[in-house]
């Protein structure tokens, strides 16, 4: 099986610049776990939703809040952004994740076609979810 066929094509993106409250902002309104750092088309960096919390306060929203904790939220994505992110591409097979998984402590791999354009993301998440869904099939 290829990583095309199961991979989550709804990918969202954010610059190297852009700050880690809207970051935060996107993390707390959709169910992505990772974002991709993306400048002028080029993949650079992945920011998880673990990279945030690390980089962030843990008095942001309390009311011992100060201005140094919501001072974090000016971060730039950059700062905290896993660089050199591993990847493959649309043909690769899902055995070939499963091995880069198991070989990188990462959590999801950017999907670049043939020639360098970001076309999905897959997760560990992904990959059990396809899998649960063939054992299903084949005990029907």
């Given at each position: 099986?290829l990583v ?6 709804n ?5 190297l610049?852009?700050t880690?409250?809207?970051v ?6 959709s169910k ?5 750092a ?5 993949l650079?960096?992945?920011?998880s ?11 942001i ?12 939220l ?6 905290i ?9 649309e043909?690769?097979t ?10 990188h ?5 950017p ?9 999905g993301?897959?997760s ?5 979810r396809?899998?649960?869904s063939?054992h ?5």
């Amino acid at each position: 099986m290829l990583v095309k066929h199961i991979m989550s094509r709804n990918v969202v993106t954010v610059g190297l610049d852009d700050t880690l409250a809207l970051v935060k902002e996107i993390f707390d309104h959709s169910k992505f776990h990772h974002l991709l750092a993306m400048e002028q088309g080029e993949l650079l960096g992945v920011v998880s939703d673990r990279d945030l919390f690390k980089a962030l306060s843990p008095n942001i929203g309390t009311s011992t809040e100060t201005y140094k904790d919501t001072a974090t939220l000016n971060k730039r994505v950059h700062q905290i952004m896993s660089r050199k992110p591993k990847y493959l591409r649309e043909d690769a097979t899902v055995d070939a994740a499963i091995a880069m998984f198991t070989e990188h402590p990462i959590s999801c791999i950017p999907i670049l076609s043939e020639d360098d354009r970001l076309v999905g993301i897959l997760s560990w998440r992904d990959i059990l979810r396809s899998l649960h869904s063939r054992h299903s099939d084949e005990e029907s």
